[in-house]
């Protein structure tokens, strides 16, 4: 889990520090679109949209913004036409990477992604080849400082599996169906939650020594994150911290 942590945490800086940040709001934009052509507009009784619009809120998208999102996934608006696609392969060194996107051009995002991989030292992997190593479940952070004993307490009584704590939070698992639950549970305990996702965690993690490797498994992933279409990526590396923060600045 502590790869997929510092991978998330660097992916939120780099946003909050530079022009990412137009790119997450329009990667939000879109995941709020298509939870509500699948599920219907309205977020109480579609728990994947309500999950997307929390999101879309944490990372101060504007409420308007979200809404016409959602009319347009409703059909309410115009707007184009999204598909999920996901994507598998392998970064240097062996880690299992799974790429997902929302595409309205399923054969232009293919090829992009792909090159991406070649490019990058990877290779991609057929469908399967990689998901087994991964499981879905909820991701809520938690800023600051937490008595741990306590912690435990409310996250076992808000309906969470569990949790790892830092000197910067805590990180708090649930499944998948539990999330908005257990997040509302901690906000009445007083809680300060930062965040509250659906994601891949892996079962097991690659570590990564090798400084030189490491970066380049790191440039992988930032090249992928980047593209316009893809949503999220996920790989089950485990890299030193100091890596992680060199490769950060």
Known sequence: MSGHSKWA????????????????????IRQVEVAAREGGGDPNANSALRTMYQKAR???????????????????????????VTYEGYAPGGVAVI???????????????KHLFSKMGGS???????SWQFDRKGVIEVRGPVNEDQMLEWV????????????????????????AQ??????????????????????NSIPVTDEGEAKKVLR???????????????????????VMAAFEE
């Open 124 to 130: 991609i992997a057929e469908p399967g080849a990689v």
């Open 58 to 84: 944490d990372a101060s998208v504007p409420i308007d913004t979200i809404e016409r999102a959602i009319k347009r996934g409703t059909g309410e608006l115009d707007g184009a036409r999204y598909e999920a």
């Open 182 to 203: 257990v997040r509302d549970a901690l906000e009445g305990f007083g809680v300060a939650v930062t965040s509250a996702d659906l994601t891949l965690v892996p079962q």
């Open 9 to 28: 945490t660097t992916k939120h800086r780099k946003g909050a520090k530079d022009s990412a940040r137009a790119k997450v709001f329009a990667k939000l």
């Open 156 to 179: 076992l009584e808000a309906g969470g599996e569990n949790f790892t704590a830092s000197p910067e939070g805590a990180t708090v698992i649930t499944e998948p169906h539990e999330l």
């Open 99 to 113: 790429v997902e996107t929302l595409t309205d051009n399923r054969n232009r995002t293919s090829a992009e992604i």
């Open 220 to 242: 992988l992933m930032d090249a992928i994150d980047d593209h316009d279409d893809v949503q999220n990526v996920y790989g089950n590396f485990d890299i030193a911290d100091e």
